[in-house]
């Protein structure tokens, strides 16, 4: 069986995983969309997420859907919504691993999603749940998100950041947590940096 490069950085100490944010990162910006029909790649995705694939590591991706709060979508489309990005992935040579997404907002008006929480972006809850459930090492980790929220996320977490410098941030509210390792003007851009870093690791480590 292959091994995966980031678990041989140390022995049996956790791997590492790139989180992935969906809208405006992975995906073209359509708000609140969990229509297939309407899900398209964004600039560059493609062959980003192929550039990762060939690293081994986990692709996780952690998602705010405050629709469901809001009443605009149920879980069930958002079920399917999973599913066809499952094989956008494959499609593109890649693997999704697993996807974690947050249904809360504090002015939602469906219980129970309407409510402040843990695992909404800028928080880090997703990205720990996901290391609890995956065994993954958050130093180990990049995220790579199209807003200061997203790297907010990740810092919190203890991960690594790239921030896609390309035009979805438009308030950008400073903060210590808020400064990414790297700004990429798209997704393969951001991914080959990350897999640059990753592979360099590797090989320090072998």
Known sequence: MAMNPAAEDAGCEP????????????????????????????????SGLRRLAALGVP????????GL?????????????QSHLRRMFADAGAALTAFYYCPHHPDGTVAPFACACRCRKPDSGM???????????????????????????????????????????TQWRPGALRVPQHMAADFD??????????????RSHA
């Open 189 to 202: 851009e951001a991914a080959s940096y990350v897999a640059q870093w990753m592979a360099a690791r590797s």
């Open 59 to 66: 692709l996780v991706v952690v998602s705010n859907q405050p």
């Open 69 to 81: 709060a809001l009443g605009l979508f149920e879980e069930a489309a958002l079920q399917a919504m």
């Open 15 to 46: 791997a590492g995983a790139v989180f992935l944010d969906k809208d405006g990162t992975l995906l073209e910006d359509v708000p609140y969309n969990v229509d297939p029909a309407r899900m398209r790649f964004a600039p560059g995705v493609p």
């Open 127 to 169: 990205l720990e749940r996901a290391a609890r459930e995956h065994g993954l090492s958050l130093a180990r980790s990049w995220l790579i998100g199209d807003i200061l929220d997203d790297v907010e996320a990740g810092r919190r977490a203890g991960c690594r950041t790239v921030l896609l410098d390309n035009g979805n941030e």
